[in-house]
């Protein structure tokens, strides 16, 4: 199963962090943000986004003299003992944080073994997660994550897919026709976010945005009342531009 998206900035921005956090590591006394983008050949403008992101997550912080040392995040990834639950931890203070930021619930979704799958999410009472009335692994077709998903698969994934899960009507506006659902994932350029306009269930708004590359298929995905579908673009265009550190708590 090939994949037909090209890396999203987001991706590139997890690349270089991670270049940035293997540096780091590599100094233990510190290093100056002079020093980092000459070893990492990060333009200086970049650099300071990308470190200001890392502090902010934890990964990186800034001693007395202005140098860069691990910070407690990554500490704790140092150490074999509890690393799944620490990447867990970290993944989810990260959701929180852009929960709080978007002012929707958000999703990481993945695409594992030909299902769609929910990793992990971030609520709240004036953020609410929509109800799975239907279950996510049969409603692909309808829903943002499950279109955000198939978008990276090739021509061939896509047709296995929708031949093991029938396109059933969920709504009035659900798409159950194979060949417009494909056409519209074919045409859908990688960068822009599925949407998902009370396809799924009546009373809520979604949109999805591929956060991997590579191998690996998953997205990074919000929900809201249809009350605010008025927010829905704007709120898409925030979880695109806050992706990278999601990206970079699997990544790591």
Known sequence: MALTHEPTAPYHSTQ?????LETVARRT??????????LTGVGRERLTGLLRMLR?????AQVGDGAHVSGDALERLGSAR?????????????????????GAAVYVSRYVDG???????????????????????FSAHATAIGKSLLGQLD?????????????????????????VLL??????????PHLDLQEYAVGTVCAAVPITAG????????????????????AADALNRNAAPVLLSLAI
Not at 29 to 35: I, L
Not at 83 to 97: G, H, I, K, P, S
Not at 157 to 178: C, N, V
Request: hydrophobic share 35%; charged share 30%.
């Open 16 to 20: 270089d962090a991670l270049r940035v």
């Open 29 to 38: 006394t510190g290093v100056t943000d002079a020093e980092l983008a000459r």
């Open 56 to 60: 902010r997550e934890g990964y990186v």
């Open 82 to 102: 509890g690393r799944r639950r620490a990447l867990r931890e970290n993944l989810q203070r990260t959701l929180d944080r852009l929960r709080d930021s978007v």
């Open 115 to 137: 299902e769609v799958t929910i990793d992990q999410f971030a609520a709240g009472p004036a953020t609410p997660v929509v109800h799975e009335w239907v279950d996510f692994r």
């Open 155 to 179: 021509h061939d994934g896509r047709r296995d897919h929708l031949a093991r899960h029938k396109m059933a009507r969920l709504t009035s506006r659900t798409i159950t026709s194979d060949r």
């Open 183 to 192: 056409s519209r994932l074919e045409s859908q350029p990688p960068t822009v």
């Open 215 to 234: 191998s690996a298929v998953g997205c990074l995905a919000l929900s809201l009342p249809v009350e605010h579908a008025h927010r829905l673009r704007q």
